[in-house]
């Protein structure tokens, strides 16, 4: 494959990208837009800088060379500071990836969806007002992570029963919501995973698979087939519990001479005081408006700064090279 036909897929691929659609770099994670297509070139954008940079054909056939010619994959820690969008763009091939997990970009026999585009980005150049999530799991994580913070759970067994009965409460309940937003983004994403490769994001991968299930059709369809198979009946029936306990409702025996019984203890979740812990939030939630009033000038001040001293690593060279 020469590099004028993947380079022609990238620009083909760029086309088809809508207009708001955003990129990461794979290491720093700056959020950035591709402005304009050219033969020869890209310009990009970045979130928390002013004006376009362009990045080269050239170099984009210097590094499409560095991961081809070799059967090792790329470390991205090679990328001189101001060359990361040339990896994400790369990316777009259908046969480049990168692993962000290990640092790599490589060639794959496998089309594999880039996890470095479509990522939400503020264009406004503006600190972005923090937003609550309408989700129970949030609420009820943050109620759980206060009362980590006030009891610190370090020894189990020198707390307040009460304290433990507050954290059980909790942690059924984020339990509970989160497999439901758990299941709610399987969902979703089961639309989105075409192939058996995983997909990279920032905290782990995932990755389309299938489970085999088994469902015995109605018992006179088995037992017919079996028994032209030359299966006898009393092969495979077996005692139906339910008709067992009618029996038992019928007869003088016990339940433990038909049961073998174990019994074990557990802790139920009886009741939970709605009202306390939408008190206790809404304290929570005022103290972080709070916070965010209180904290907001330093904060600005610390973010110009860090976007000062990021623009100055990555300002773009001409003469950049590849390792």
């Known amino acids: 494959m020469s590099f004028s036909v993947t380079w022609h897929t990238i620009t083909d691929q760029l086309d088809e990208v809508s207009s708001d659609a955003t990129f990461l770099t794979p290491l720093s994670e700056r959020s950035f837009r591709v ?92 600190t972005p007002t923090r937003q609550e999530p309408d989700l129970p799991l949030y609420a009820d994580s943050l109620l759980l992570i206060d009362a980590l913070e006030r009891y610190t759970p370090a020894d189990l067994s020198t707390m307040e029963t009460a304290e433990l009965v507050n954290l059980y409460t909790l942690c059924s309940d984020v339990q509970r919501n989160a497999n439901d937003l758990r299941q709610d983004v399987r969902a979703v994403l089961l639309e989105r995973l075409h192939h058996d490769q995983p997909v990279h994001g920032q905290y782990g991968s995932v990755q389309r698979t299938s489970r085999r299930n088994r469902t015995l059709k109605d018992d006179e369809t088995v037992l017919e087939k079996l028994e032209d198979a030359g299966i006898d009946r009393e092969r495979v029936t077996t005692v139906d ?40 939030l809404q304290g929570l939630k005022d103290q972080l408006a709070a916070v965010d009033s209180t904290d907001s000038e330093d904060l600005q001040r610390e973010i110009e700064e860090l976007e000062s001293r990021i623009e100055e690593l990555t300002s773009f060279k001409s003469g950049t090279t590849f390792e």
């Open 35 to 126: 402005s304009d297509v050219q033969e020869h070139r890209l310009l990009i954008s970045y979130r928390d800088q002013d004006g376009t940079i362009p990045l080269k054909r050239e170099q984009f056939e210097t590094l499409y060379e560095r991961v081809t010619d070799t059967p090792q994959s790329f470390e991205l820690d090679r990328l001189p500071a101001d060359a990361e969008p040339y990896a994400t763009v790369l990316s777009i091939h259908p046969r480049f990836e990168v692993d962000q997990r290990e640092s790599l970009l490589r060639n794959t026999d496998h089309p594999t969806p880039s996890a470095l585009v479509d990522v939400t980005l503020d264009t406004t150049g503006e």
């Open 241 to 280: 519990a339910a008709k067992v306990d009618e029996a038992l409702e019928v007869t003088d025996l016990s339940e433990s001479d038909l049961y073998d019984i174990d019994e074990s203890q557990y802790v139920r979740k009886a009741d939970v005081d709605e009202e306390r812990k939408e008190s206790r």
